[in-house]
């Protein structure tokens, strides 16, 4: 089956640091670009980082950029958000999710599309004093 | 403020046919980048409905569909049921990022 499992959510104070994980199962994981994605309480879904199938490429949103860092570890099918000076407003339930890509050919050309095929349960973090 | 809007709520009885609209720009859906929508049922993780404006997953019932035109995308849903209950969000690409809608909450009368 395949499956992402998060962990690693908490309470935390604000400026503090959390590293999150998500175990991936029932793939190839070192084929596949995964992202991280949140969600505060009773708001919609943010996109939060990337990373590409080795680790070379990354993106981020612009709210966490020089604060988290999205990095993987493909032997040990692993996705990890590492979050430092956290802020109050990053609180919010964080998926890892993986990026599927599908190709669908017509008679004049072929199309690939890349979207979230695959999420995880979500782990929540807080950050409170 | 979400780059993509979604009316903040849609309703319908049993049997009836909802839209759910994804107004974008031309930096996103006009600029031809693909909508993918996303189902996310009460106190569960988001799962993918549709993806690449109009196609289903494996799985997913036929009473969904999606289309795209301009700057704008759809979610249609067919025999509205009460299992439909839930959460919706559009999702594209913008300036780097992958954006999401703000989320469509559906209510089966």
């Known amino acids: 089956e395949v499956q992402l499992v998060e962990s690693g959510g908490g309470l935390v104070q604000p400026g503090g640091s959390l590293r999150l994980s998500c175990a991936a199962s029932?793939?190839?994981?070192?084929?596949?670009?995964m992202h991280w994605v949140r969600q505060a309480p009773g708001k919609g879904l943010v996109w939060v980082s990337r990373i590409n199938s080795d680790g070379s490429s990354t993106s981020y949103a612009d709210s966490v950029k020089g604060r988290f860092t999205i990095s993987r570890d493909n032997a040990k099918n692993t996705l990890y958000l590492q979050m430092n000076s956290l802020r109050a407003e990053d609180t919010a339930v964080y998926y890892c999710?993986?990026?599927?890509?599908?190709?669908?050919?017509?008679?004049?050309?072929?199309?690939?599309?890349?979207?979230?095929?695959?999420w995880g349960k979500g782990t929540t973090v807080t950050v409170s004093s | 403020q979400s780059v993509l809007t979604q009316p903040p709520s849609v309703s319908g009885a049993p049997g009836q046919r909802v839209t759910i609209s994804c107004t974008g720009s031309?930096?996103?859906?006009?600029?031809?980048?693909?909508v993918h929508w996303y189902q996310q049922l009460p106190g569960t993780a988001p799962k993918l409905l549709i993806y690449g404006n109009s196609n289903r997953p494996s799985g997913v019932p036929d009473r969904f569909s999606g289309s795209k035109s301009g700057t704008s995308a759809s979610l249609a849903i067919t025999g509205l049921q009460a299992e439909d209950e839930a959460d919706y969000y559009c999702q594209s690409y913008d300036s780097s990022s992958w954006v999401f809608g703000g989320g469509t909450k559906l209510t089966v009368l």
């Open positions: 999710a993986r990026e599927g890509v599908d190709i669908v050919a017509t008679r004049l050309a072929s199309y690939y599309y890349y979207y979230m095929d695959v």
């Open positions: 031309s930096s996103n859906i006009g600029a031809g980048y693909d």
């Open positions: 029932g793939f190839t994981f070192s084929s596949y670009w």
